[in-house]
C-alpha cells in the first residue's frame, strides 16, 4: 500500500511540474493587430501614447482614447480637432501597462520630450516587415541542487514594460 501512495504522488508532482513548464513558456504576440502606421520592430504592443495629441490607442480593440472635457473617450477614429494629424509622423511610445490613460498626468510630463519629433520611427507600414524582432520566451534551464527538491530555477522579471524608439 505505502509503496502504491508513493507512486500515485509521483505521478500528480510530475504531471503537476510539466504542465508548469507548459505554462511558463507562452508568448503573446498580436503583430497582424497594430496599425500599419505603429512604429516597426515590436511583436506585441498593448497601447501606443502620442505625445504630440496625448492620446492613447488601444492596439486589441482598435480604439483611440483621449480626453474630452474631462472624460475619457474610446473611439475607432480620432475627434475632428486632430484631422490633419498624420498617424505614419507622429511619434508613438509603447506602453505595456494596463488602463495607462489612467496615470495619464505622468505619462504626458514623462514623454513630452517626444512631441515634435515627426518622422523618427520607421512605421509597420513603411517597413520590411521581416525586421519584427521576436520576443519570444525560451525558459532557463532549471537547476536542481542536491538534496533540495526543487531547489532552485530560473526566475524572470518583466523588462521592457515601456519603450521608445
Given at each position: 500500500?505505502?509503496?502504491?501512495?508513493?507512486?500515485?504522488?509521483?505521478v500528480l508532482l510530475l504531471c503537476g511540474a510539466v504542465?508548469?513548464?507548459?505554462?511558463?513558456?507562452?508568448?503573446?504576440?498580436?503583430?497582424?493587430?497594430?496599425?500599419?502606421?505603429?512604429?516597426?520592430?515590436?511583436?506585441?504592443?498593448?497601447?501606443?501614447?502620442?505625445?504630440?495629441?496625448?492620446?492613447?490607442?488601444?492596439?486589441?480593440?482598435?480604439?483611440?482614447?483621449?480626453?474630452?472635457?474631462?472624460?475619457?473617450?474610446?473611439?475607432?477614429?480620432?475627434?475632428?480637432?486632430?484631422?490633419?494629424?498624420?498617424?505614419?509622423?507622429?511619434?508613438?511610445?509603447?506602453?505595456?501597462?494596463?488602463?495607462?490613460?489612467?496615470?495619464?498626468?505622468?505619462?504626458?510630463?514623462?514623454?513630452?520630450?517626444?512631441?515634435?519629433?515627426?518622422?523618427?520611427?520607421?512605421?509597420?507600414?513603411?517597413?520590411?516587415?521581416?525586421?519584427?524582432k521576436s520576443a519570444s520566451y525560451t525558459p532557463a534551464?532549471?537547476?536542481?541542487?542536491?538534496?533540495?527538491?526543487?531547489?532552485?530555477?530560473?526566475?524572470?522579471?518583466?523588462?521592457?514594460?515601456?519603450?521608445?524608439?
Amino acid at each position: 500500500m505505502n509503496c502504491m501512495r508513493n507512486t500515485i504522488i509521483a505521478v500528480l508532482l510530475l504531471c503537476g511540474a510539466v504542465t508548469a513548464e507548459k505554462t511558463s513558456a507562452q508568448v503573446n504576440i498580436n503583430i497582424g493587430l497594430q496599425p500599419a502606421w505603429g512604429p516597426a520592430g515590436y511583436d506585441y504592443v498593448e497601447y501606443y501614447y502620442l505625445p504630440d495629441i496625448e492620446t492613447y490607442y488601444y492596439v486589441p480593440r482598435r480604439q483611440f482614447i483621449y480626453l474630452n472635457n474631462g472624460r475619457w473617450i474610446y473611439s475607432a477614429g480620432l475627434p475632428s480637432r486632430y484631422h490633419t494629424y498624420n498617424l505614419y509622423n507622429g511619434y508613438k511610445v509603447i506602453l505595456n501597462a494596463p488602463k495607462p490613460y489612467l496615470r495619464h498626468a505622468s505619462y504626458k510630463v514623462k514623454y513630452a520630450k517626444y512631441k515634435g519629433n515627426n518622422g523618427k520611427q520607421l512605421a509597420i507600414g513603411r517597413s520590411n516587415k521581416s525586421k519584427v524582432k521576436s520576443a519570444s520566451y525560451t525558459p532557463a534551464p532549471q537547476k536542481i541542487k542536491a538534496g533540495k527538491p526543487g531547489g532552485g530555477g530560473g526566475t524572470s522579471k518583466a523588462k521592457g514594460k515601456n519603450k521608445h524608439l
